[in-house]
């Protein structure tokens, strides 16, 4: 079982920045990918980003070159610094951990954060 905490959204300009923090606690060593979903009202939840164990980062071709993920093993958190936002780019940003190492269907994912609001203004 892995408990994930987000941190970091908020409001931002266009063009602007913003970095998302997870935090993961529980077992965290059974941990195989973790990463990034986000989802605005009426629509499903799209993929974003994710790293695996291995260290070896995927993105969704919506946010490649404007995103970047990143961990920290030593504080178990992983991030998304995410630059020249767009207004598309809103939605609730939900981080994602997996044992088994799924993270481009929704359905195969075990564990979630309750989400961080991010909206871009423009």
């Known amino acids: 079982q892995v408990q994930l905490v987000e941190s970091g959204g908020g409001l931002v300009q266009a063009g602007g920045s913003l970095r998302l923090s997870c935090a993961a606690s529980g077992s965290i060593f059974s941990i195989k990918a973790m990463g990034w979903y986000r989802q605005t009202p009426g629509k499903k939840r799209e993929w974003v980003a994710v790293?695996?164990?291995?260290?070896?980062?995927h993105y969704a071709d919506s946010v490649k070159g404007r995103f970047t993920i990143s961990r920290d093993n030593a504080k178990n958190t992983v991030y998304l610094q995410m630059i020249s936002l767009k207004p598309e780019d809103t939605a609730v940003y939900y981080c994602?951990?997996?044992?088994?190492?799924?993270?481009?269907?929704?359905?195969?994912?075990?564990?979630w954060g309750q989400g961080t609001q991010v909206t871009v203004s423009s």
């Open positions: 994602f951990a997996d044992r088994e190492g799924h993270y481009y269907y929704a359905g195969n994912i075990d564990s």
């Open positions: 790293i695996t164990s291995g260290g070896s980062t």
